[in-house]
């Protein structure tokens, strides 16, 4: 009986759990090619691709292992990770949940599939977004949308790219923003809250950022529940350069009023 291919499985596993790379590939590569259906051979060399930063070779050696060892979990978790390091997000959900399937209790399958499908959602919010704000001529509407998909895209992804068209799709909305009077009674015990919101009101029409987010700040103190403070203040937050401030206000701004609209800007009438 021919013992070399299981000696020098067993001398590459080594190799992979010494880190010594180089070696394990070299007795891999060897593996493989005597015997192509040898599935832990072809995942032990996936490993050692991903390791040395080869992922699309990492793939194609993992992709030989499922084809090989089709109902081996971790197989199907590591073609996964290879696939997202690539790119492949979609392929990278679609092997973990196979590998899911077959060991429902595999935790990192389970783990880096939500984190691939939270990739997915932002990454669809964001493209929502850019096609929006780019179109040939959008409207209003398609501008209060897009910044709605960036936010979003950012708040499901801290690293989402929308980051970076946040500011021009806000500041479009500023050129568009309309004054909204709030129909509502001023009560005494209202009066600080309201002269806030005016202070606020007065500093976004003359761009002073550091006032209103200042006197926004301090409405909140009063009423921490107004839809249209942190409207305001996530203007002002994102043109101070504290993106995630900005997306903060505009989150809770969305959560008190879904149907908010950031081309309005509400201002408090007080009784003269």
């Known amino acids: 009986m021919n013992t070399e291919p299981k000696n020098r499985l067993a001398r590459a596993i080594e190799a992979v759990e010494q880190a010594d790379f180089p ?34 070779d990492a793939v194609e050696a993992l992709s030989r292992a499922v084809q090989a060892a089709p109902t081996d979990a971790q197989a199907h978790y590591l073609l996964g990770n290879a696939c997202g390091s690539t790119g492949q ?21 389970e783990e880096f599939l939500i984190k691939v499908e939270s990739l997915l ?9 850019l096609s929006l704000l780019y179109s040939s001529d959008p409207t209003p509407q398609d501008l209060n949308r ?13 690293n989402s790219p929308a980051r970076d068209n946040l500011q021009e799709c806000a500041r479009r909305l500023l ?5 909204s009077p709030l129909p509502m009674a001023i009560t005494p015990e209202l009066q600080p809250w309201a002269a806030a919101c005016e202070r606020g009101y007065h500093c976004m029409r003359f761009k002073n950022w550091v006032g209103a987010q200042a006197a926004y700040e301090e409405a909140l103190t ?26 903060r206000a505009w989150l809770r701004a969305l959560e008190l009023d879904s149907n908010c609209d950031f081309t309005q800007l509400t201002r408090i009438q007080r009784p003269t």
């Open 23 to 56: 070696v394990a590939i070299s007795l891999l590569v060897v593996l493989v090619v005597e015997d192509s259906t040898n599935g832990h051979a072809w995942s032990q060399l996936g490993v050692c691709y991903l390791e040395t930063q080869r992922p699309s």
């Open 175 to 179: 050129d568009l923003q309309q004054e």
């Open 89 to 109: 997000l979609e392929r990278a959900a679609g092997c973990y949940r196979r590998a899911l399937e077959i060991d429902p209790h595999h935790s990192k399958a």
């Open 146 to 158: 897009s910044l709605r998909e960036l936010i979003l895209s950012v708040a499901i992804f801290e």
């Open 222 to 247: 009063f009423r921490a529940g107004d839809a249209f403070v942190h409207q305001a203040l996530g203007f002002s937050f994102l043109e101070l350069g504290e993106v995630d401030n900005a997306v």
């Open 121 to 129: 959602e932002s990454r669809e919010h964001y493209r929502t977004g």
